[in-house]
């Protein structure tokens, strides 16, 4: 009930193209949803994040959609670009409680020039 | 540079040594969390300290794993007694506590056991 499935573990896309990431939970309690990018050899650092009462947020080239009724949400990148060529983690927390956050396992994504 | 430090960057023990990670929080953050992420896997919670207090320490091995966040002075990860399977990065994240409760991560200690 903890888990936060992701796929697909990699992606390829071509320079300009579109990436889309999934993931989805199984505890209903969870009430923020944030998704971290990071670089080899680097911490993670938060891209974008949403709340369930909301289904869509969007930052730039970057778009949260979330479907509550499916506990699903997945991550969007219009324009990829080689400089977006990263591990992304989507990832889960109670608003109450701890605010610990529980990951996906990643995805590697290459963007090709 | 008010970001989380981590040191140190890179640490090499060997089997039954004790390994001690050291995390300074963002200016102004009170509450410290912990992370491990294994070699081509997602980050896994540990502990969740405020000062002083241990707070949430469920995804802590029950053995040889301690963690403190005194009122003066960095967080530490203490693990004794090291074995090859605690190689892995360890993260460091601070937060205010307050809205969403974002998160900022250090660059993270990459422990390598012998």
């Known amino acids: 009930q903890q888990q936060v499935k992701q796929s697909p573990q990699s992606l390829i896309v071509q320079k300009g193209g579109i990436s889309i990431i999934n993931c989805a939970y199984e505890n209903t309690a969870f009430d923020y949803f944030p998704w971290y990018q990071q670089f080899p050899g680097k911490g993670p650092a938060l891209l974008i994040a949403?709340?369930?009462?909301?289904s869509e947020k969007k930052e730039g080239r970057f778009t949260i959609s979330f479907n509550k009724s499916a506990k699903q949400f997945s991550l969007h990148i219009i324009d990829s670009q080689p400089g977006d060529s990263a591990t992304y983690f989507c990832?889960?927390?109670?608003?109450?409680?701890?605010?610990?956050?529980?990951f996906g396992s990643g995805t590697r994504l290459l963007v090709r020039p | 540079n008010a970001g989380v430090m981590q040191n140190p960057r890179h640490l090499v023990r060997r089997r039954g040594q004790e390994a001690r990670l050291r995390c300074s929080p963002m200016?102004?953050?009170?509450?410290v969390y912990w992370y491990r992420q294994l070699p081509e896997e997602g980050l896994k919670f540990m502990v969740y300290l405020q000062k002083e207090n241990i707070i949430d320490e469920s995804g802590m091995p029950k053995e040889r794993f301690s963690a403190e966040f005194p009122k003066e002075g960095p967080s530490i990860l203490r693990i004794q007694q090291v074995v090859r399977g605690d190689s892995a990065a360890y993260f460091c994240?601070?937060?205010?506590?307050?809205?969403?409760?974002?998160?900022?991560f250090g660059p993270g200690t990459r422990l390598t056991v012998l």
């Open positions: 994240a601070s937060s205010q506590r307050q809205g969403d409760n974002e998160q900022f």
């Open positions: 200016k102004g953050h009170s509450h």
């Open positions: 990832a889960a927390s109670m608003l109450l409680g701890s605010y610990k956050l529980i």
């Open positions: 949403i709340r369930p009462d909301v």
